[in-house]
């Protein structure tokens, strides 16, 4: 059966193609009024499913014949037919009337298979897209191939409009001046700001934006074919208007601010030994909810999605005054009545409603990189002074009445809808909470928040950092810099002895010349190029303050907190708007020098150039109360391991292999030899690459692949050899049992070592603080209707737990003092002060 009906349809097919194309448009004809026979007599109910199956096999014919025309050389008289007999407007009519979706699918192709062919009187026919619009919007759309095929014809439409801007008259008629004005005298101010629905004027505009929310192939066509002509607005004058004063800003921002409501709370998945990172299954917190990032779901991915797609809009919009307009209602709808009243209402630090609205922000700043959209974002939600006005910025420079009208409305509402402002509480003043938090979930996405900050949108870093204004960066010698950095190497080398130390530090180099590099492409502020040189860290700033009192708590922080937190102070090291003088570096003032002054550039005439090259290489020394307040903690931090060194006998081996162990993840990709392996550093790569995603390096030490841990085996192998001792390698081919019963009872003696409380002793301001923090807790636990998890940080680890943040802190201080060496090359922090010419 299937046989013959294939016989018969290739028959068929074979002898149609074979005719002339006199034959051929005769044959299309009597098709086409087949199909009008069909539908004049498609009134009575009996026989109607035969009727249905015959359109269809008509409806295919005729796609069959325009297809194999139109791929073949002029002159097309079937596709002409078509456009002149407005048969389009029966196959709509049979797929409406059919509810069938075979029937649907088969008027889509063949509406696709007009739109193709690019031929006169089809895409540019009013009635054609009176035909194609009333398919889309009455058809019964509850198949998804059905509805994606759908919103694939409204897609084509727009690209032929974007490529031939002539044929929008045949989809767009907007009304005339006096017929706004008659509307607009019924109109009251709510519905002047949100807009003008004008379904009538642009039908193929709003079929898209119903679908730009939809997830799979019916939101990818939407979104695409809206952006397609919107970009068109820049080619239309009236196109132009029309989208300023229609409802296209509203919908898009209250869409947006409607996904944005439907994000719930944090929720983790439960911990396995497969799915935790390696490096935290090495520590004592693997089994807490942090090891894991958060499950975002489903309707995190429908906000992004459409996030990004309002970045590609302002993206691909060539025209100013709808760019701006849409950028006003994004920051009225979205940012002022949603984003910064759900951070304003996070009061619940100790909980997990921060944590919630923390992450999503860091999402949004993790994903968004249009200019204008983060300036927007930032410059609101960092309380810049240029926003208490937002809708009055460049009112009188060349804009529209229609853009005038806009801005005016926008700024009435802002004035009627009396909101806190961001002047009294901000994005600062609630990072600085987030870090004073008990609750491990805020501070990590503090944190997280913090350096995105820092990292992607650093021409923000001294709004969130404070600086010292007027107090630029001076100009060390290169004596004093070497000096700096063999302090800081110093105190590397005294936390890990490693034996490929020249290795790891060329590619910490490495990176961090790649870093620099990359902020050096930023162009200056042409109206103050001052404001792009770096300045002095303010030492009272709260927020700075709250990065050192937990970098102090290192030993005994977690290992995921220590990662974010040391992302945190070295992207405040990389940033060109930071000077390193007085928190990391001793500033230049202070510098004493033992044969000469400093102020090496007072020249005198006995002054030869050899003598100033001389004097740039003399090696100064400093007070112990100018230390820079972050060496000063890292100096103590490293006081402890010293002293750990000299109380533990075999420190340094338990420290050497569990580095090994930590940069076993990179074996597979660096080589076997271990040379290879400890040259990788195993975590500043993600770092260094931010991603899209927060799963890669939310739980990793900046991103690296998790792996389950196995610890029986791999952890105690180095530590057991140096401490047991390793059998004879002449034993035959099985070792005696009381060989093997030693090393498994050395491997168990280990294992349990390693899970047995260290003792870390802290300072009694860190004493007394956490005093404070157990009454707060204890005081939290009397409330029963509070279900956070408040996850107070012990004063004591076990072995493994601290051996892993030595580790954590090795790598740190080798990647500070790369950083310090290469900003002392590319951003000519480190010289010869008073040599003239070149050296």
């Not at 096999?57 to 002409?80: F, T």
């Not at 066509?221 to 080619?235: C, D, M, P, Q």
């Not at 409330?783 to 107070?792: C, I, N, P």
Request: glycine share 6%.
């Amino acid at each position: 059966w299937s046989r013959l009906i294939g016989g018969s349809r290739s028959l068929s097919t074979k002898g149609f193609r074979a005719s002339t194309p006199t034959e051929r448009l005769a044959s299309f004809k009597r098709t086409c009024n087949t199909l009008q026979q069909i539908w004049r007599s498609n009134n009575s109910s009996t026989g109607e499913q035969s009727a249905t199956v015959h359109a269809r096999n008509c409806i295919d014919r005729l796609i069959s014949v325009l297809s194999d025309e139109s791929r073949g050389p002029a002159p097309h008289p079937c596709l002409a037919y078509a456009s002149s007999s407005q048969i389009f407007v029966t196959v709509t009519k049979l797929a409406l009337s059919s509810y069938d979706d075979g029937m649907l699918r088969s008027a889509t192709v063949f509406f696709n298979t007009l739109i193709d062919s690019e031929v006169d009187g089809v895409v540019d026919n009013r009635l054609f897209a009176r035909a194609l619009v009333d398919l889309v919007r009455r058809a019964d759309k509850h198949s998804e191939d059905v509805e994606g095929r759908l919103v694939e014809l409204l897609f084509g439409v727009a690209n032929n409009i974007r490529l031939q801007p002539n044929i929008l008259p045949a989809w767009f008629a907007p009304r005339s001046d006096d017929q706004d004005r008659e509307q607009s005298n019924g109109n009251n101010t709510g519905a002047e700001f949100a807009g003008a629905m004008r379904k009538d004027d642009f039908p193929l505009f709003y079929l898209l934006v119903e679908y730009v929310h939809h997830a799979g192939r019916a939101g990818d066509f939407a979104r695409t074919g809206l952006l397609y002509l919107i970009e068109t607005a820049s080619r239309s004058k009236n196109l132009e208007r029309w989208l300023i004063e229609s409802d296209l800003a509203t919908l898009m921002a209250t869409g947006l601010g409607a996904l944005y409501s439907q994000l719930g709370s944090l929720t983790f998945p439960e911990n396995t030994d497969e799915n935790i990172p390696h490096i935290i299954a090495l520590s004592d917190h693997a089994q807490q909810d942090t090891a894991l990032p958060p499950l975002l779901g489903m309707s995190m991915d429908s906000f992004m999605s459409y996030l990004l797609f309002w970045q590609d809009t302002i993206d691909h919009c060539k025209s100013a005054e709808v760019n701006g307009t849409l950028l006003d209602h994004f920051q009225i709808l979205f940012l002022e009545q949603l984003l910064y009243p759900s951070l304003l209402e996070s009061s619940d630090v100790q909980g997990g409603s921060t944590a919630a609205v923390l992450t999503y922000l860091y999402r949004i700043l993790e994903s968004v990189h249009q200019e204008d959209l983060v300036h927007r974002i930032l410059h609101f939600l960092l309380a810049s002074p240029s926003d208490s006005e937002p809708a009055t910025v460049g009112k009188n420079i060349g804009m529209s009445a229609s853009r005038r009208k806009s801005l005016d409305v926008l700024a009435a509402f802002s004035e009627e809808a009396a909101r806190p402002s961001p002047s009294l509480f901000n994005l600062r003043d609630l990072a600085l909470l987030g870090l004073q938090s008990t609750n491990r979930q805020t501070v990590l996405a503090t944190l997280r928040v913090m350096s995105t900050v820092l990292q992607r949108h650093h021409t923000f870093a001294r709004s969130l950092i404070r600086t010292v204004p007027g107090q630029h960066a001076k100009q060390r010698t290169v004596g004093a810099l070497n000096v700096e950095l063999e302090q800081l190497l110093n105190m590397a080398t005294s936390t890990v002895d490693d034996p490929t130390l020249n290795e790891s530090y060329d590619n910490y180099l490495k990176d961090g010349m790649a870093i620099l590099e990359a902020r050096l492409c930023i162009p200056p502020a042409e109206d103050y190029p001052e404001e792009s040189l770096p300045l002095e860290l303010r030492h009272d700033d709260p927020i700075v303050r709250e990065l050192l009192n937990c970098l102090e708590n290192f030993f005994t922080n977690s290992v995921i907190v220590n990662l974010a937190l040391t992302e945190v102070l070295g992207s405040i090291a990389s940033s060109h708007l930071i000077a390193l003088d007085g928190w990391l570096l001793v500033d230049p003032s202070k510098y004493i020098y033992s044969t000469s002054t400093n102020k090496s550039s007072e020249e005198t005439p006995s002054t030869t150039l050899i003598e100033q090259i001389q004097r740039a290489y003399e090696e100064p020394s400093w007070s112990h109360t100018d230390t820079p307040t972050l060496t000063s903690v890292l100096q103590k931090l490293v006081q402890k391991i010293q002293k750990w060194r000299k109380d533990v006998p075999d420190f340094d081996i338990l420290v050497a292999a569990r580095r090994d162990l930590l940069h076993q993840d990179d074996e597979p990709i660096k080589g076997s030899g271990r040379s290879q392996r400890n040259s990788a550093p195993p975590t500043r790569s993600s770092s260094r690459h931010p991603t899209s995603n927060l799963d890669a390096d939310y739980g990793s030490p900046r991103g690296r692949s998790s792996r389950p841990l196995e610890f029986s085996s791999t952890a105690t192998s180095s530590p057991s050899r140096d401490t047991i001792g390793s059998p004879s390698r002449d034993l035959p081919f099985r070792p005696p049992r009381d060989v093997s019963t030693a090393r498994r009872s050395a491997a168990e003696e280990l294992r349990q070592r390693l899970e047995q409380p260290f003792p870390v002793d802290d300072a009694p301001r860190e004493a007394s603080t956490d005093t404070t923090a157990e009454q707060a807790t204890d005081e939290s636990n009397y409330d029963a209707g509070d279900t956070a998890v408040v996850e107070e940080e012990p004063r004591t680890a076990t072995l493994g737990h601290v051996l892993t943040n030595v580790v954590i802190l090795y790598e740190f201080l080798l990647e500070t003092s790369a950083v310090v060496q290469a900003r002392g090359t590319l951003f000519g922090e480190a010289g010869y002060p008073g040599v003239d010419g070149p050296v």
